[in-house]
């Protein structure tokens, strides 16, 4: 049990005390960290999580089982336990899409009847290791593999500010350079996570557990948008 729970403080006397802290060890910041220990954070993830809940329930509502079914699977130990990783996840989710694709791995989760609970642990593991860029290369890739027409595309055009590949020809300026070792990461980030797959002969493909991701998030095999 934590120290603060063993002396008896709630948790929002125990923040309040740190922030009473901090505020007097850097005098200058402290009353900022203040203000974001004491109400900006735990406001926003309030905040999120309530939009992510409502995102999980309109994708519950569809679910074809009875509320005894639905209510014994969601209360079982392996759904609770992905629910809590989820949850934990949907609160510190600045996006509303990143909520979305929680939301809709948990419902897959309940979908089935007999839940495949490492499967779907992973699956969300897997998102809170790939960035919101990295999604959009990954979706990128995958339609060029099914056919569309590379840079000339809808998704492209509509995430050119992410996929444009920045200029790194000799003589640009250092900022060019940086651009582009990020780019370059994302992409080895999807590689090491084994969603993505470099091709000596044209661009990376996506693996089969690539494609498992996307349609774990993306609730289908594939997306134009």
Same mark, same amino acid.
């Given at each position: 049990m934590h120290e603060n729970y063993k002396l008896g403080i709630a948790p929002s006397d125990f923040i309040a005390m740190l922030a009473k802290g901090v505020s007097g060890?850097?005098?200058? =910041?402290?009353?900022?960290?203040?203000?974001?220990?004491?109400?900006?954070?735990?406001?926003? %993830?309030?905040? %999120?999580?309530?939009?992510?809940?409502?995102?999980?329930?309109e994708r519950v509502k569809k679910i074809e089982v009875d509320s005894g079914e639905l209510k014994a699977r969601f209360m079982s130990p392996e759904f609770i336990d992905i629910f809590e990783e989820g949850a934990t996840q949907a609160a510190k989710a600045f996006l509303a899409e990143r909520?979305?694709?929680?939301?809709?791995?948990?419902?897959?989760?309940?979908?089935?009847?007999?839940?495949?609970?490492?499967k779907t642990k992973k699956l969300l593991q897997l998102l809170s290791q790939v960035s919101d860029p990295e999604i959009i290369f990954l979706q990128f890739y995958f339609l060029v593999q099914e056919g569309a027409p590379g840079e000339?595309?809808?998704?492209?055009?509509?995430?050119?500010?992410?996929?444009?590949?920045?200029?790194?020809?000799?003589?640009?300026? =250092?900022?060019?350079?940086?651009?582009?070792?990020?780019?370059?990461?994302?992409?080895?980030?999807?590689?090491?996570?084994?969603?993505?797959?470099?091709?000596?002969?044209?661009?990376?493909?996506?693996?089969?557990?690539?494609?498992l991701f996307l349609k774990s998030i993306l609730g289908t095999a594939t997306t134009s948008t």
């Open positions: 060890a850097v005098p200058v =910041i402290g009353p900022f960290v203040a203000e974001v220990l004491g109400a900006v954070i735990p406001n926003q %993830r309030a905040d %999120r999580f309530v939009k992510f809940l409502v995102a999980f329930e909520r979305e694709y929680i939301a809709q791995i948990l419902t897959n989760g309940l979908r089935e009847s007999e839940l495949n609970h490492l000339d595309n809808e998704f492209y055009q509509k995430h050119q500010g992410v996929m444009e590949l920045a200029d790194n020809s000799l003589g640009m300026p =250092i900022e060019n350079y940086q651009d582009y070792e990020i780019q370059k990461a994302y992409l080895y980030n999807l590689t090491h996570l084994k969603l993505l797959k470099n091709d000596s002969s044209g661009p990376p493909s996506v693996t089969y557990l690539g494609r």
